[in-house]
């Protein structure tokens, strides 16, 4: 299991594939983006969310079941999330 911090990191560099491409100034992002920020303050659509959790998964080779979505809006929350279904 990784420690926190490199999780977070994963998380982050994780989230910054997903939006690249797209309308968002990821530099700005990254200024910003802090670990209990909300996703849906920053614009991110439902695609870009889905995207994100699903390499998110892949990633971490966890299920997350699509219930399970509207609880992870922040990289905190994803964090935990990944802690607690992590093997």
């Known amino acids: ?3 926190k911090k490199r999780t977070d990191d994963t998380i ?9 491409g797209g309308d968002h100034d990821l530099e700005e992002l ?3 983006l ?5 996703f849906e303050d920053f614009g991110f659509d439902s695609l870009e969310m ?3 959790l699903l390499r998110i998964e ?11 979505y509207a609880n992870l809006g922040s990289i905190a929350a994803v964090q935990d ?4 279904h992590q093997t």
Do not use: T
């Not at 892949?58 to 399970?68: L, R, T, V, Y």
């Not at 999330?81 to 607690?84: D, F, L, R």
């Open 12 to 20: 982050m560099a994780i989230l910054w594939q997903s939006l690249e």
């Open 30 to 32: 990254k200024h910003k």
């Open 58 to 68: 892949d990633h971490f080779n966890i299920a997350i079941p699509q219930e399970d």
């Open 50 to 52: 889905v995207d994100f």
């Open 1 to 3: 299991m990784m420690d």
């Open 81 to 84: 999330y990944i802690s607690a």
């Open 34 to 38: 802090q670990i209990n920020s909300q």
